[in-house]
């Protein structure tokens, strides 16, 4: 089962940034700059959680991992000024 997960970091160094920001892209959907939202299975979600773990620094980075339920039964009410919002589907991913 898979969850949707909305995640937001604050990374300090622009180095460390880029390499999150790169890999995220493997893991959800960029929404803003340092905003993703990602449906994942338990798996990989944890493949992610260990990812940032590695990358931040825990003195001077930050990271939000928002859990808002199984993906197939959210009701996201989204509220988007300027560029419209999309959920994010259920998609393939390649290993």
Same mark, same amino acid.
């Given at each position: 089962?898979?969850? *949707?997960?909305? @995640?937001? %970091?604050?990374?300090? +160094? ?5 390499? #999150? ?18 449906? *994942?299975?338990? @798996?990989? %979600?944890?493949?992610? +959680? ?5 990358? #931040? ?18 009701? *996201? ?19």
């Amino acid at each position: 089962m898979e969850h *949707l997960f909305i @995640v937001a %970091y604050d990374i300090h +160094e622009p180095k460390r940034w880029r390499r #999150v920001f790169k890999t995220m892209h493997g893991y959800g959907k960029w929404l803003q700059l340092s905003v993703f939202q990602c449906r *994942l299975s338990r @798996v990989r %979600y944890i493949q992610m +959680e260990a990812f940032l773990g590695e990358c #931040v620094n825990q003195k001077t980075d930050h990271v939000i991992i928002l859990d808002m339920g199984p993906a197939d039964s959210v009701k *996201l009410r989204v509220k988007s000024i300027g560029k419209p919002f999309e959920f994010a589907e259920r998609t393939p991913v390649i290993v």
